[in-house]
């Protein structure tokens, strides 16, 4: 985990870190371009059968490897760092597109630039997540349980499968966002 918050003394009484995870937000950018930016909150969101499950690769050595991938091809039992050849194997019909990471960075870095709605310390947390300082901030949205079900909704009608964990320090939010049930 990287955490970029600001280096301070010891913690401030009261800190709220809300830590924002997009499990698939490589393969939510592809299909952003491909269905439209609303397509998550469309009356149904279900993706069409000619769109078949969607798997993100990138080169390992002298192998094609599943970098990321969608819900779908989660579903199919496939895994991050399995092979595209036995991907392929298990279910030919998946889509296979090459990783972009540049355009996966330039969109979490615009998902960070959307949240200063909500609180000016806002940062980028690995490859697929951020970080918001929202102590003091809660109250300007209805409190802390409004604030994150707005925050998750937005993202839904945006597009995205979001996980929210709020806590009072990075680590136990991450840990929320990516382990709650």
């Given at each position: 985990?990287?955490t970029l918050l600001p280096k301070e003394g010891p913690r401030k009484s009261g800190q709220r870190?809300?830590?924002?995870?997009?499990?698939?937000?490589?393969?939510?950018?592809?299909?952003?371009?491909?269905?439209?930016?609303?397509?998550?909150?469309?009356?149904?969101?279900?993706?069409?059968?000619?769109?078949?499950?969607?798997?993100?690769?990138?080169?390992?050595?002298?192998?094609?490897?599943?970098?990321?991938?969608?819900?779908?091809?989660?579903?199919?039992?496939?895994?991050?760092?399995?092979?595209?050849?036995?991907?392929?194997?298990?279910?030919?019909?998946?889509?296979?597109?090459?990783?972009?990471?540049?355009?996966?960075?330039?969109?979490?870095?615009?998902?960070?630039?959307?949240?200063?709605?909500?609180?000016?310390?806002?940062?980028?947390?690995?490859?697929?997540?951020?970080?918001?300082?929202?102590?003091?901030?809660?109250?300007?949205?209805?409190?802390?349980?409004?604030?994150?079900?707005?925050?998750?909704?937005?993202?839904?009608?945006?597009?995205?499968?979001?996980?929210?964990?709020?806590a009072s320090t990075p680590g136990a939010a991450w840990a929320a966002a990516r382990f709650h049930?």
């Amino acid at each position: 985990m990287s955490t970029l918050l600001p280096k301070e003394g010891p913690r401030k009484s009261g800190q709220r870190i809300l830590s924002l995870w997009f499990p698939y937000l490589c393969a939510e950018r592809i299909l952003r371009q491909r269905l439209g930016r609303s397509w998550r909150s469309r009356p149904s969101h279900h993706l069409p059968p000619s769109c078949p499950p969607l798997v993100i690769s990138h080169r390992d050595s002298n192998a094609q490897r599943i970098a990321a991938l969608d819900e779908r091809a989660e579903a199919l039992k496939l895994k991050r760092g399995m092979g595209i050849a036995d991907a392929r194997a298990m279910h030919p019909s998946i889509d296979v597109v090459e990783a972009d990471p540049e355009a996966d960075r330039r969109l979490l870095e615009g998902l960070a630039d959307w949240c200063d709605r909500y609180t000016p310390l806002v940062a980028i947390d690995g490859e697929d997540g951020l970080f918001l300082d929202v102590t003091g901030c809660t109250h300007l949205f209805g409190g802390e349980r409004a604030m994150q079900d707005e925050i998750l909704t937005r993202f839904f009608q945006q597009g995205f499968d979001v996980r929210a964990g709020l806590a009072s320090t990075p680590g136990a939010a991450w840990a929320a966002a990516r382990f709650h049930g």
